[in-house]
């Protein structure tokens, strides 16, 4: 695999960037031999920078684009899927954005909230690692009481049998008498809706307000804003990594 020094980034990930495509469709690009380097068929792991002309399909690539990210409020009723004929609506219905981007992180179609996207695919890696333990805070509504009983077992950890795994402790402050919001630290497939069934709740809606340093504020469904340097940087700190904006 060729060496990627200073200035330089493997080709797949150069094209991400340029928000050509992903990472994998960018692989299958050079595979197929759609994607020219200075005029040659580039090797899968070949280096590249501004300074090579790169063309796909015959047009030529304008190098590296600014990293992106946008803080959008998805609706309910709104698939987290890049591609799927069965459903009703899908992200890029909502998002038009001149520059490609990709979700870090999912909210089930039932669920609203703040969803992170971005065109910078190690961003939404380190994003994802369960490893990094990143907060996410959610606003819940479910259908019976809650008593201390449940807030006890929901913040101990709670053993999901479909999964025959146990939730990490959580932080959990109850806002009114069906209402509470909650802090997670991994991202379980529909984590507290199985939380909440597990513990003899049926959750009504749930609403995420925040994903690390970044907040819903005053998004409204359907709406979506361009995070400041100053977020992305924040973003960038969480994950362990440094980001250069000049």
Known sequence: MTKVEGGESRINKYLAHAGICSRREADRLIEQGRVLVNGQRPD????VSDRDEITVNGKLVQGQRKTVVLAFYKPVGVTCTEKDAHAEKIIKDLVHYPVRVTYAGR??????GLLLLTNDGDLIQGMMRGENRHEKEYEVRVDKEITPDFIFKMEAGVYLKELKLKTRECKLEQTGKYTFNIILTQGVNRQIRRMCAA????????????????????????????????????????????????
């Open 44 to 47: 899968p792991g070949q280096a």
């Open 107 to 112: 909210l089930d179609k039932n669920s609203e």
């Open 199 to 246: 513990c003899g709740r049926q959750v009504k809606s749930i609403r995420r307000v925040r994903i690390m340093n970044i907040t819903l504020g005053k998004l409204k469904p359907g709406e979506f804003v361009e995070l400041s340097d100053r977020e992305i940087e924040g973003l960038y700190r969480e994950c362990g990594r440094q980001k250069d904006f000049r």
